[in-house]
């Protein structure tokens, strides 16, 4: 852990040696589900708002991580006023989306879906179709598919 602290001594001090810093250590105070934004406490000492959880400012979706609030954070400075996202802790979301295919994981399971189409449905249809025409020796065994399914799948 000693090393790991050195490192990143070391290239923060690279980093800031033609300029004001351009990374720095912040807790999230705020989230902002509809803008994706959070507001943070910089350095233990001064509050920014509206930091960026995406790369670009856009309703364009890839992927977005949501940090829990009071997780420590590193925000890089990317403009006069302007922050981004760039590490947490603690995150309580994290979803990719590729045109109409998202994967989502938090921390009730995880989904993937393609648009209207959905992972749980298909292996709940199948289930379902499995216990319907078919006379299996293990019921139970098919039945308790089911329920991991539930627990795994949003």
């Known amino acids: 852990m000693e090393r790991l602290a050195k490192l990143r001594e070391s290239f ?19 989230i902002d589900t509809e803008a994706y ?7 233990d000492e001064v509050e920014v708002f509206e930091v960026r959880l995406r790369a670009v400012v856009s ?20 403009g006069e006023d302007d922050f981004i996202l760039i590490a947490a802790d603690v995150i309580t979301s994290y979803r990719v989306t590729i045109g109409a295919m998202v994967l989502k994981v938090d921390a009730t399971g995880f989904q993937l879906s393609n648009g209207t189409t959905s992972l749980k449905d298909v292996l709940t249809g199948f289930v379902t179709q499995m216990l319907a ?22």
């Open 12 to 30: 923060l001090e690279q980093a800031h040696s033609g300029g004001p810093p351009a990374f720095h250590d912040a807790t999230v105070t705020a």
């Open 37 to 43: 934004t959070c507001d943070v406490l910089l350095d």
């Open 59 to 78: 309703s364009n979706q890839s992927i977005d991580v949501l940090p829990a609030v009071n997780a420590s954070i590193v925000v890089g400075k990317i």
């Open 133 to 154: 025409i078919y006379a299996p020796k293990d019921i139970a065994g098919i039945e308790n598919l089911q329920t991991l399914i539930n627990s795994l799948l949003v």
